[in-house]
């Protein structure tokens, strides 16, 4: 499975966002992680979406030994790019995503500027 990319485009509304969940859970399963792996991909994810106008994009690359999730696009003003903001009992967004990820980055893309999570895992290669 290595290279491959999962892409998935939805609304902006936080009912679907369970859907991106469901999506990495699935992935996490069929490549045996750990419930540590996926558990801090899953804070990244919630903690990057935010309800807001139009759609967000999520798109997942597995690597043998990473997985890459980029969201966006977001725009220019868009609070989800500011990584100062505090999110949690005045804990800042950066230090809450370098907490469950090994890198965090804000990247001009296609359509806006994205934010690139990268997760170190062991990857199991799927049978069949």
């Not at 469950?100 to 893309?109: H, P, T």
């Amino acid at each position: 499975m290595s290279g491959d990319r999962i892409t998935l485009t939805m609304p902006r509304e936080r009912d679907f966002f369970r859907v991106a969940h469901l999506v990495i859970g699935g992935l996490a399963v069929r490549l045996d992680l750990t419930f540590e792996n996926l558990e801090d991909l899953q804070v990244a994810l919630a903690t990057v979406l935010r309800e807001s106008e139009g759609e967000v994009t999520v798109s997942i690359r597995v690597q043998p030994d990473e997985i890459e999730a980029s969201i966006g696009p977001f725009g220019p003003g868009d609070e989800q790019l500011d990584l100062t903001r505090e999110v949690d009992e005045g804990v800042p967004l950066k230090r809450v995503l370098e907490t469950v990820c090994d890198s965090v980055d804000v990247v001009d893309g296609e359509g806006g500027r994205w934010v690139v999570l990268k997760k170190s895992v062991q990857v199991k290669k799927p049978s069949g």
